[in-house]
């Protein structure tokens, strides 16, 4: 999907995780934007993402397992093109995989 037309002129919280269900991310990166979902939408943004080099069937489980369906939109980003056009893409592919670079 084209990110311009996804994200259109919406006001947009976009977050990214290193990884769906690892510790911290399902412990505190996931859980405070579902928490502060109510208060964002009340400062008027329109669509809070959260991106991962991660395919859509792990992020949806992880969306569920957190109750953010209907506040958090998950973007998978499996082979990391979004990610790398925005450099934020760690190519960890010694250990086989992509992630979110932190910052």
């Keep these: 999907m084209d990110s311009a037309?996804?994200?259109?002129?919406?006001?947009?919280?976009?977050?990214?995780?290193?990884?769906?269900?690892?510790?911290?991310?399902?412990?505190?990166?996931?859980?405070a934007f579902v928490s502060a979902w109510p208060s964002l939408l009340g400062a008027g943004v329109d669509l809070v993402a959260c991106i991962a080099a991660q395919d859509v069937f792990v992020l949806r489980a992880w969306s569920e397992r957190h109750q953010a369906q209907g506040k958090v939109v998950m973007v998978g980003d499996a082979n990391g093109r979004l990610l790398r056009a925005m450099g934020l893409l760690v190519?960890?592919?010694?250990?086989g995989m992509v992630r979110v670079r932190r910052r």
């Design 5 to 31: 037309v996804f994200f259109g002129a919406k006001k947009v919280v976009l977050f990214g995780v290193p990884g769906a269900f690892t510790p911290t991310c399902s412990d505190h990166h996931l859980p």
């Design 91 to 95: 190519d960890a592919s010694s250990s």
